[in-house]
């Protein structure tokens, strides 16, 4: 495989994303998103000067990735570093993040006038996901004022972005302490002061069994599980186990408070996560307020390939809803 064919394709999302990085280039974006764009081995993403290159191919070809790179950074020469994460890599280090060129990897990006900490090898992703870009925003515009408590956190940028628009009190739960420590370089670079009460290393059972006994509650309540995950405490399953995940976190939400949804399980389609939501809606004690769509440049401009499945009333497989909640 050489450059040529996917050099048209590349061309065509540079040209349309060429404004997307502002002047200073501190903005994280998706350069090229090969699963809608034609070439789904690939995907390219932008976090401030440095490339971060997604190898999907069952069979990496680094001679490939190196002209794929070379091609961007002629294109945007203001890059300063580039790494490839090949998901089908043989080691951690390859799966993780490898240097294509450069020396050090951004460490920060600034997006809606927020800046947010990465560490671009310590997971598998970016350790700050773009497609809920649409989300922080709204979080910025409306939390002033409200308790929020952000559960799955990971990284932490959604309880940034609340703390950001004058949250009240934002508490982080994860179960990986160095994820939230990373959220912690974020409020550091913002000014924002830190509570350790406030960011629980903890499982999500006995994490919101702690926050129950202690009869906390919130006026509004993130939740954004991973697609699949099993511990002695307990099992989250986006396609399987929506409702039970969602009614564990309703008793600690606020007469008048909301409840964000977040699903990303590709196989789940957005007629069927919007029956979950209806249905729960069902007891009159929730009401779909409104659905956040992922950003369009995320998304790309061509829109050659097709998702799994429908994710259609949402505009991606990162199905966005936030929801009024009623107490009795």
């Keep these: 495989m050489t450059i040529d064919s996917i050099k048209p394709l590349l061309d065509e999302a540079l040209a349309s994303r060429r404004t997307v990085s502002g002047s200073r280039h501190e903005e994280a ?51 300063r570093a580039g790494l490839v994460k090949t998901r089908n890599g043989e080691t951690q280090s390859a799966r993780r993040g490898e240097l294509l060129f450069g020396d050090l990897p951004d460490r920060k990006i600034k997006e809606h006038g927020v800046w947010y900490a990465l560490d671009l090898t310590m997971n598998r992703d970016a350790s700050f996901y773009l497609d809920t870009s649409n989300l922080r925003k709204w979080l910025i515009e409306n939390a002033r004022g409200k308790t929020v408590l952000n559960v799955f956190a990971y990284t932490g940028s959604l309880g940034v972005a609340a703390a950001a628009g004058g949250a009240a009190r934002v508490v982080q ?29 903890q499982d999500f059972f006995p994490a919101l069994a702690r926050l129950k006994s202690t009869k906390q509650s919130f006026d509004c309540v993130i939740i954004d599980p991973p697609f699949f995950s099993a511990t002695e405490r307990g099992k989250v399953d986006l396609i399987h186990e929506n409702v039970r995940l969602i009614n564990k976190v309703r008793p600690l939400i606020n007469h008048g408070g909301w409840l964000i949804a977040v699903n990303n399980a590709v196989f789940l389609s957005g007629t069927d996560y919007m029956r979950t939501l209806e249905d729960l809606c069902k007891d009159g004690y929730l009401s779909i307020r409104e659905l956040i769509p992922v950003p369009e440049e995320f998304i790309g401009v061509r829109r050659v390939g097709k998702p799994i499945t429908d994710p259609a009333p949402f505009n991606h497989s990162t199905k966005i809803a936030i929801l009024d909640v009623r107490r009795k």
């Design 29 to 79: 974006f998706r350069l090229f998103n090969g699963f809608y764009e034609g070439f789904p081995d690939l995907v390219l993403d932008v976090y401030g000067h440095t490339l971060v290159i997604h190898d999907y191919a069952e069979q990496p070809d680094s001679g490939f990735i190196r002209e794929v790179a070379g091609h961007v950074k002629t294109s945007l020469n203001w890059l």
């Design 173 to 201: 739960t994860d179960l990986n302490r160095r994820f939230l420590n990373l959220a912690k370089d974020s409020y550091s670079l913002n000014n924002f002061p830190i509570q350790k009460r406030d960011f629980i290393a």
